[in-house]
């Protein structure tokens, strides 16, 4: 309509003054943008900023529509009220503080000046699930209309919920919940519309933990992403698995900004470090995996005067310390990351927080895992060392590692503080975020990833497809 209305109505001088007024308007909003800071400090600004008074003629939440489920308490709150029946794996420490500041844990005092006043907390990796809700519930399209979302996420704390039972013999007690929460979460109207494939769920938790294959009481973790249900569902969680429907997203840091000008005087700060040791590795042997890379890792550290070790199996060294560790991290330049139990490490976020380039030893460990978040040219940001058989392995990691060029170092380790704002989940009691995190790029990813469904749907093809064909997959590692 209002195409007719110019054709029939505009002068050619009129015509050529619109025309120009949008030129212009579109000059001024790239401009704008370009202006930011962004290409410096890789802090994108949030899409929220880009105000319906900006673009009069566009809603800004159109396909970007979330649904918050109701779910039981049972599912989430209760497990932050008896939160002294949780552990934290092996160690039987009280989790409780960690639920303070809306899942950031206790904020840190820093009589050190390791961590110069910034958004600090103690902030323990299982809480992603706490963190995730807190932040979505201030999400800038939520929809209380379930049928106008594009995405539906379920406040599941399913690694909080795991937790309880993961020691527990008895299969059937381990998995109730899990079978609970599919059944319940299947019967609501808004399965129908997509049978879950809209849905998302996260756990703060490894995928493996929800992948028991057998009933074998020896099988470890729950047997919920084997349930037909979850099959149609997404999971987002700290390390995914070569399912196609597990996504990986960071693991928490210590920092949790509110605003764009901390990550960029962080940055700052980042790149002044003096950087004394050439490597790090923080971590514990693992004296039960023989011939693992970590221990091959280790040694080659522990034999090197270059290369800095913190031994956290060892007494008095408290790797939970985020003074201790960070400040290891802020003074080195390379950061070894060989897999340990599992393929992630939170170290890998720790460290790129501190500004160290990390050294990757598996594909599983980075490079398959986290590609909403990390940039897709691995060379650009890490150095890779493969280790295939570490019985075999005779390759010297500090020999590799003094080879890289001065100029070459320095562009990887700009690289990785530009991927700082990316990583990091901003401080969720704030409201008025100014730039794109760790939170935002997941849910640009769900919203994706649902919108292909969808599209593969409408076209008739198989909505199977995508979701739980493992032969399909893009990772290159295979499951333990
Ligand atoms: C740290 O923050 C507090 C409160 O914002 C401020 O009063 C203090 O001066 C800051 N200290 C430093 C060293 O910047
Ligand atoms: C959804 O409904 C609740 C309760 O009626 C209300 O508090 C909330 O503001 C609504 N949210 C949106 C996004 O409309
Ligand atoms: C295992 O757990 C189930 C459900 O929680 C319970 O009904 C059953 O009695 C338990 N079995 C044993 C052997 O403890
Ligand atoms: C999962 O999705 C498929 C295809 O859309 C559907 O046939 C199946 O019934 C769904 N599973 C459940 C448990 O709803
Ligand atoms: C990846 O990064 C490296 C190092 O910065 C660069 O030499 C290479 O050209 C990049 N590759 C691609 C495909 O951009």
Not at 102 to 124: A, C, H, M, Q, Y
Not at 374 to 385: D, L
Request: hydrophobic share 35%.
């Amino acid at each position: 309509m209002e195409e007719k209305l110019f054709r029939t109505t505009c002068s050619t001088d009129l015509c050529f003054a619109i025309f120009i007024s949008f030129a212009l308007i579109w000059i001024f909003l790239c401009f704008d943008y370009s202006t930011f800071p962004s290409s410096d400090n890789g802090v994108l600004i949030a899409s929220s900023v880009f105000s319906t008074d900006k673009l009069p003629l566009q809603n800004p939440c159109s396909g970007r529509y979330l649904f918050i489920h109701n779910i039981p308490s049972r599912f989430n709150l209760d497990l932050i009220r008896d939160c002294q029946s949780l552990t934290r794996g092996t160690d039987k420490s009280d989790m409780c503080p960690y639920f303070q500041n809306s899942g950031l844990g206790p904020e840190i005092e820093d009589s050190r000046g390791v961590f110069f006043n910034s958004s600090l907390f103690k902030t323990n990796q299982f809480l992603l699930e706490v963190i995730f809700h807190n932040r979505i519930k201030q999400y800038e399209c939520l929809t209380n209309d379930s049928a106008m979302a594009s995405g539906i996420y379920v406040p599941f704390y399913a690694g909080l919920d795991i937790s309880r039972y993961l020691w527990n013999p008895n299969i059937s007690a381990r998995d109730s919940s899990a079978r609970d929460f599919v059944r319940l979460i299947s019967e609501k109207p808004e399965w129908k519309r997509m049978f879950g494939r809209d849905h998302f769920f996260v756990a703060g938790r490894i995928s493996w933990d929800f992948r028991r294959k057998t009933d074998e009481v020896s099988g470890w973790g729950s047997i919920l992403r084997f349930l037909p249900e979850s099959h149609n569902m997404t999971m987002l969680s700290i390390e995914a698995s070569s399912w196609r429907n597990d996504f990986a997203i960071p693991y928490p840091t210590y920092f949790h900004p509110s605003k764009r000008s901390e990550v960029v005087e962080w940055q700052n700060l980042m790149r002044a470090r003096r950087r004394p040791h050439l490597f790090t590795l923080i971590g514990a042997p693992r004296p039960g995996l023989r011939d693992s890379i970590r221990d091959t890792v280790i040694k080659q550290c522990r034999d090197s005067s270059l290369c800095k070790f913190m031994d956290c199996s060892s007494n008095g060294v408290n790797c939970d310390d985020p003074i201790t560790t960070m400040k290891a991290f802020q003074s080195s330049i390379f950061c070894l990351q060989p897999p340990g139990d599992s393929y992630t490490r939170r170290s890998i976020f720790d460290s790129i927080l501190g500004g160290c380039i990390p050294v990757f030893f598996n594909p599983g460990t980075a490079y398959s895992q986290y590609l909403w978040h990390f940039p897709e040219n691995q060379t650009a940001y890490s150095v890779y060392i493969p280790v295939r058989d570490a019985r075999i392995w005779s390759g010297s990691i500090e020999g590799i590692l003094k080879g890289i060029s001065k100029e070459r170092e320095s562009a990887m380790r700009e690289e990785v503080i530009r991927m700082i704002p990316r990583i990091v989940y901003a401080d969720p009691r704030s409201s008025s975020w100014d730039f794109e995190d760790a939170f935002d790029l997941a849910i640009k990813g769900i919203l994706e990833r649902v919108e292909d469904v969808r599209r593969k749907i409408k076209e008739g093809r198989d909505p199977g497809e995508g979701f739980d064909d493992p032969r399909d997959s893009k990772y290159t590692f295979s499951i333990k």
